[in-house]
């Protein structure tokens, strides 16, 4: 039977239970469920103020009268009809969902069985489990010719996901958030945090979730892409605004081993009057994992280093990882009061690194308050209020997902949103100390991150050319996702050699792209490798060859200084966008389709983007190239930035890209970069 309670419809067959509500503006949430009653449980969702919504239930012929269910007077019948503003669903009499927009298109609906009759597949599934958890799935009619993208962060190359299977779980360089955007209108995400699968196959879309109580997704249909990833940030959260030390360049390299050669660094860049926001101090400034402090023998004097690179208008951002060793002062204490992610068989040991270690459990708020007052009184305290939240997947030394648990439940059920905790530990911190504009960059995330202030990089990737080419395609995605603040390691990560030539024209290749990221970072652990500096505490780490602009050489020292100055140049106009972030929810970078959706050709392009909506930046991807065709979206003119020469949009064209150059184009004769 279906009936309606307080503006929900819910329907009751065969002991499975559904709800539908208005979820927003133009959206719904659906819950599916085999238990008595729904989980308390909104996951990535915010509260949100309730919709006037337009109910019509299909009557039961048999049963016209009003009857009472939950003490409410109901209709009840065999199927319903909602509507909330731009999006209506339909519960036909088998229960199957069918969504339909305001021109009344169906832009999606539920498999239905019947179709298959003789194979007797099941459209969505609740399969019992030990424990009392289902393994769930649901499945969706499938246009073979829909385009769909976001869904976080994967290393596949793929702009288009249609045709893609993906696991839906957390590893290094790959961030599953589980949000897609069809250009049939609509996005979709699959609210809950358990690892699974989503399959865009031709025939059918399929989720799937290994461990959980219920089925629940939220759903939006409207005009345009930017209006449709806006609810979805509505829903989700939208991120603080970026700090005015976000907006230009980061320094970083693996790893600054002791407090004078970090300051060596930036006394050369405050010497050379190349403008610094912010340096990093790299893992194993500390003596052992899980002591969140600065060793003493190499960091003799955190406060005094804090006051210089203050007076040279520089920002300390500081690493934390979420591990810790077995041999830390604070180890037993923390295993015994439940703060350590269990092992459900074997020994409780999660990654290796130069210790065994285990991993904070970041859902248990006890475990999170512990950390969290270590770091305020070794590091807070001394003015560092930028952390850098690396492991957040946390990285397993095996991924065997089904042998941890965390004090939520089972990394099977609840394991996708530990990056939102581990985030969320640091933003709760700094708030009730009175901090606004927070920012933690973060190896990780999950739908929601961005309202704790993560800048999410996309992990410990190599040093190549095709690397590079899928990063452009992971930023955009993880734009369409609802992360608007992302960026790199510029060059790469693994495996760059400071003396190879064709690394070092890839350096200059990803900085001139990495200068239109959210946030300019260069980063990475060159080669040849440094040796460690002792055998005890911080000094058992060995680190990579000078990564700063200086150390390529002086012609690629002095194409990265003009790239940093183009940034300075752009500072108001990426403070403009970041505050659109944080007001609307607006993406930093764009694929070309979230401003000209009606221009068919810009929805496959994955090698070129917008940077806000004034700046097209088309990046060079290969060694020695030095050309490319670069399409223009139809419906503006583009001005070319180094020659000046203006274009009419809807055509492609070839443009010249010496080393020293990365081809942009300002939209519409802006004077953003002074052309015009």
């Known amino acids: 039977m279906v009936y309606t309670v307080q503006n929900k419809i819910i329907r009751e067959y065969d002991g499975e239970k559904m709800q539908i509500e208005a979820f927003g503006k133009n959206s719904l949430r659906v819950r599916i469920t085999r238990l008595c009653s729904f989980p308390d449980e909104d996951w990535a969702l915010l509260p949100q103020e309730e919709q006037p919504v337009q109910i019509e239930i299909i009557e039961n012929k048999a049963n016209e009268e009003k009857q009472k269910v939950n003490s409410e007077e109901q209709i009840i019948g065999d199927g319903a009809v909602m509507i909330n503003g731009k999006i209506k669903v339909i519960v036909n009499k088998a229960g199957k969902l069918i969504f339909k927009n305001k021109k ?119 005009d345009a892409p930017a209006e449709i990833l806006s609810r979805y940030m509505e829903v989700t959260g939208k991120p603080p605004m970026m700090p005015e030390y976000g907006l230009g360049f980061w320094q970083c390299k693996l790893r600054y081993q002791t407090q004078e050669e970090l300051l060596s660094v930036a006394r050369e860049y405050y010497r050379r009057g190349v403008p610094l926001d912010m340096i990093i101090a790299d893992f194993f400034h500390w003596t052992l994992e899980g002591t969140w402090a600065f060793d003493p023998e190499y960091w003799p004097d ?81 003015g560092i209020k930028n952390f850098w939240l690396d492991v957040a997947e946390p990285e397993y030394s095996s991924y065997d997902f089904e042998n941890y648990r965390y004090y939520k439940g089972s990394v099977l059920e609840v394991g996708n949103q530990y990056p939102v905790w581990y985030t969320k530990m640091i933003y709760d911190g700094l708030t009730q100390l009175g901090e606004k504009d927070i920012v933690s960059l973060v190896r990780c995330a999950w739908a929601g991150s961005q309202r704790y202030g993560a800048l999410v990089w996309s992990g410990d990737i190599p040093s190549t ?69 002792s055998k005890v505490g911080g000094g058992r780490c060995a680190s990579g060859a000078d990564n700063e602009i200086w150390s390529f050489g002086e012609d690629n020292y002095r194409i990265m200084k003009h790239y ?39 929805w496959d392009i994955d090698d070129a983007f917008l940077f806000g909506d004034q700046i097209l930046v088309a990046p060079i991807t290969e060694y ?26 809807g055509q492609t064209i070839c443009v010249d890209a010496p080393l020293e150059v990365i081809p942009i184009f300002l939209r519409d004769k802006s004077h953003i970069l002074d052309i015009g």
């Open 465 to 533: 050319f095709a690397s590079l080419r899928t990063q452009i395609i992971c930023g955009l995605q993880m734009a369409v996702s609802g992360i608007p603040w992302w960026t790199t390691d510029i060059g790469g990560f693994h495996d760059g050699d400071v003396r190879d030539p064709e690394f070092q024209e890839l350096l200059i290749r990803w900085f001139q792209y990495g200068t239109f990221c959210p946030v300019m970072r260069l980063h990475g652990n060159r080669n040849p490798q440094k040796t460690p500096l």
């Open 302 to 382: 955190p406060l005094a280093m804090v006051r210089e690179l203050d007076k040279m208008g520089t920002k300390l951002m500081v690493s934390v990882w979420p591990t810790v060793s077995i041999y830390a002062p604070d180890y037993e204490k923390m295993k015994e009061n439940g703060y350590l992610v269990h092992a459900e068989s074997g020994v409780k040991i999660n990654m290796l690194m130069i210790d065994p270690t285990s991993f904070v459990d970041m859902t248990n708020p006890e475990a999170r308050k512990f950390v969290w007052n270590k770091i305020k009184k070794n590091y807070f305290d001394y």
């Open 564 to 602: 940093i100055e183009l940034r300075e140049k752009m500072r108001p106009y990426i403070r403009q966008l970041m505050r659109e972030a944080s007001e609307k929810g607006c993406p930093v970078i764009r694929p070309l389709f979230y401003h000209f959706p009606s221009d068919p050709e810009v």
């Open 104 to 222: 009344g298109n169906i832009f999606l609906r539920e498999l239905e069985s019947g179709r298959h009759t003789s194979l007797g597949i099941r459209t969505r599934e609740l399969k019992n489990q030990f424990g009392g958890n289902f393994k769930a799935s649901m499945k969706f009619e499938s246009d073979p010719e829909e385009k769909l993208f976001g869904m976080g962060q994967y290393q596949t190359g793929i702009f288009n996901l249609k045709g893609s299977f993906l696991e839906l779980a957390q590893r290094n360089s790959q961030s599953s958030v589980p949000f897609v955007y069809s250009n049939l209108g609509y996005g979709f995400f699959w609210n809950n945090p358990a690892v699974g699968r989503a399959s865009f196959g031709k025939n059918i879309t399929e989720w799937e979730a290994e461990s959980t109580k219920v089925i629940d997704f939220w759903i939006t249909t409207g």
């Open 624 to 649: 020695q190239q030095r050309k490319r065709d670069v399409y223009l979206p139809a419906g503006a003119s583009w001005t070319e930035y180094t020659s000046g020469k203006v274009y009419q949009g």
